[in-house]
């Protein structure tokens, strides 16, 4: 996707130096080299692997290149000490390196201050200290003449890079400044009139969209997602006529895009999603002939979709979700022939899915969650065309429809199904058992009941399941407790990390578990709010990569099985609103993960765990179990074998301790009914 964030630039000069350092055999190290390096990793920890100070020749230490053009001494030309697990400072010796060309310290845990002086190296052409923890201003005097590479990324800075940059490194050409807290620093790189790549993003800086960089004649890529850029684009962004990349997304822009895209003929990727955009597409927008990628969500932009793909006959990924567009589904995307991903989720478009969608050879994710779409069983039939279709989303649509049993339905290809909140009346399809390769499949918030067939147990890369909110009943199949990929682990979902949005919902409406991206789903199995009956398997146990089980309110009964404490990678655990008895294992205190349990409004007794995660859940947790003993007080009593009575011993069946002691267990009985709720219940109410 996109520009590789290492410019060619980079690689050249690294490929020069390979070349530099061939001349000769390891000559002697310069002194002055040898003393710099032991002064800057006295500030570091722990000793970096490679340098061994016994020797005099620094040339030969671990990242270190130097210029072998001298027969007599080597000078350090490169020191490359990425992703070595440093800790501590730079070191103001460093500058002691005068001939300094490379330096890479980037994925380390360097802090504090940089030097000064590291901003004054004449002959230094890279600098990569990304990644890190590095801090304060940066220098207001730089003097870098040589410097074409400069990546500080991802650190602590809070102040924007000096105007003299530009001045004094007029060759710069790839400049990453991303994801540091500038604020609201100008922009002086109007004279960095060779700068290919700049990344600004994620900084927080504020105005209006930085009109210097319409100079940058030569500019390719563009960043300037995650600010608080606002006001309208302007008409100068079409100056930037060598553009492939322009990210603009998450800022606070405002008004129409600007009709300029014509003038950008080599622009491939555009996103400016998350503003306030408003407005029709652009005609210039809807017709380039260069754009692979654009990403329009999150908008307010209205009309009809009418995209070209006679003219955009390139573009393979459009997303247009979450904006006001209005009519039909456009049957004349079906010619655009080599899109792969469609996102028009979350628009006022209506109708049905197009017949002609069945030419999208290419379409390997689709999402129409949410735009008003009917007649689901015409929309399957056309869809299972896609043969390269790997994840649909088509919730939030066909109220009330009845889920087709067509068996003749073919998604071979498909990863995710997500059909959430739409009503729909029948069973569990059988044709869903022809999706092998399925690993997320979401058919929760609908009206479909029966039994669970158990070949829903026999997906060899499912990893999430949500069938919550239905009506199926009967008992959970036990062969979902033989899930492969949440036994092994076989696969994850690694082919698209696509903004599909996933909102589950309490009684009450608001929101509880929002997934923004697809990527992050944890392993789970959700059959809450449903009418299933009998045993919670002892073999649940096995699945060992399972991260939320959650069998709320169903009718389940029997005991909790000890093998629970199996799974674990287990994070949420609720089986509350059952009619589960028996005591609560002690072996789930070892569940080290488990961060939400709930087993309120069972039938359960005995003493609560209070070791491990149990001493952190609230006592809602277990409200609604009358026979349950509460935390944090003496166990519960226990059947006691009688003392024995010798013959020719009087036993007292009465005295004034035993009066007391009964009065005193007397009051904390009825203490402990109110407080606990078996009295007067308090808390939530099941739906059951």
């Not at 209005?326 to 469609?342: D, E």
């Not at 009087?650 to 009985?669: E, P, S, V, Y």
Request: contains cysteine.
């Amino acid at each position: 996707m996109g520009i590789p964030k290492v410019s060619l630039a980079f690689v050249m000069v690294v490929i020069m130096f390979q070349q530099m350092i061939q001349g000769s055999q390891e000559p002697a190290c310069y002194m002055n080299d040898l003393t710099a390096l032991k002064g800057f990793a006295k500030c570091l920890e722990p000793d970096i692997g490679g340098w061994n100070w016994s020797s005099s020749n620094c040339c030969s230490f671990t990242g270190i290149t130097c210029d072998n053009s001298s027969d007599i001494y080597g000078r350090v030309v490169g020191l490359e000490l990425g992703n070595k697990r440093l800790t501590g400072t730079i070191c103001e010796s460093l500058v002691g390196l005068k001939q300094l060309r490379i330096l890479n310290l980037s994925l380390n845990s360097l802090h504090g201050k940089i030097p000064a002086n590291l901003f004054h190296f004449r002959n230094l052409e890279v600098l990569d200290l990304s990644n890190n923890y590095l801090v304060g201003p940066l220098p207001s005097a730089i003097h870098l003449p040589s410097i074409k590479y400069l990546d500080l990324s991802k650190n602590y800075f809070s102040s924007f890079i000096s105007m003299r940059l530009c001045t004094s490194s007029s060759h710069i050409q790839y400049l990453d400044l991303a994801h540091n807290f500038f604020g609201e620093g100008l922009i002086y790189l109007e004279n960095c009139t060779s700068l290919q790549y700049v990344f600004l993003n994620g900084n927080g800086l504020s105005g209006t969209f930085p009109e210097n960089l319409f100079r940058l004649q030569h500019l390719r890529v563009l960043h300037l997602q995650q600010n608080q850029f606002s006001g309208p684009l302007s008409y100068g962004i079409g100056n930037l006529s060598n553009l492939v990349e322009l990210d603009i997304s998450l800022n606070d822009f405002s008004g129409s895009l600007p009709d300029v895209f014509g003038r950008l003929r080599k622009l491939e990727s555009f996103s400016a999603s998350s503003n306030r955009l408003t407005g029709l597409l652009p005609a210039s927008l809807v017709n380039s002939a260069s754009l692979l990628r654009i990403d329009l969500h999150n908008n307010s932009l209205d009309g009809p979709i009418r995209i070209n793909c006679s003219a955009m006959a390139r573009v393979t990924s459009l997303d247009l979700a979450s904006n006001n567009f209005q009519g039909p589904v456009p049957a004349s995307l079906s010619s655009c022939q080599s899109l792969r991903a469609l996102d028009l989720a979350r628009n006022k478009l209506g109708g049905v899915v197009p017949f002609k969608f069945r030419n999208l050879h290419a379409l390997e994710i689709l999402t129409l969650g949410n735009t008003s779409i009917n007649n689901i069983s015409t929309a399957l039939e056309i869809l299972q065309h896609c043969k390269n279709l790997t994840i649909l989303d088509l919730g939030l649509n066909f109220y009330l429809e009845e889920m087709p049993s067509n068996v003749n339905l073919q998604f071979t290809s498909l990863t995710a199904l997500i059909i959430p909140f739409c009503h729909l009346r029948g069973s569990l399809p059988i044709w869903l058992s022809s999706s092998k390769m399925l690993q997320l499949l979401d058919l929760s918030w609908n009206s479909l009941g029966g039994s669970l067939p158990s070949w829903i147990g026999k997906f060899e890369y499912l990893f999430y399941l949500d069938l919550s909110n239905n009506s199926f009943s009967g008992e959970i199949p036990e062969s979902l407790t033989g899930l492969e990929n949440l036994v092994h682990k076989t696969a994850l979902l690694k082919e698209s990390c696509e903004h599909i949005y996933l909102v589950k919902r309490k009684e009450q409406g608001r929101p509880r578990l929002v997934y923004d991206n697809i990527c992050t789903f944890p392993p789970t199995i959700d059959l809450s709010h449903n009418k299933f009956t009998g045993p919670i398997w002892p073999s649940f146990g096995n699945l060992k990569n399972l991260h939320v089980l959650n069998l709320e309110e169903n009718n389940l009964s029997g005991s909790i099985p000890d093998s629970i404490s199996g799974m674990t990678s287990l994070e949420v655990l609720d089986l509350s609103c059952n009619n589960l008895s028996g005591e609560i294992p002690y072996s789930l205190v070892h569940l080290s993960f488990l961060s939400v349990f709930n087993v309120s409004y069972n039938r359960l007794y005995g003493d609560t765990p209070s070791g491990g995660q149990f001493m952190t859940f609230p006592d809602s947790s277990f409200d609604g179990n009358q026979a349950l003993c509460p935390r944090l007080v003496a166990p519960c009593q226990r059947k006691q074998i009688p003392p024995v009575v010798f013959p020719g011993k009087k036993m007292k069946i009465m005295d004034w301790n035993f009066g007391i002691g009964a009065a005193i267990g007397f009051l904390l009985t009825v203490f402990f009914c109110f407080k606990s709720g078996w009295v007067i219940p308090k808390g939530r109410v099941c739906r059951c």
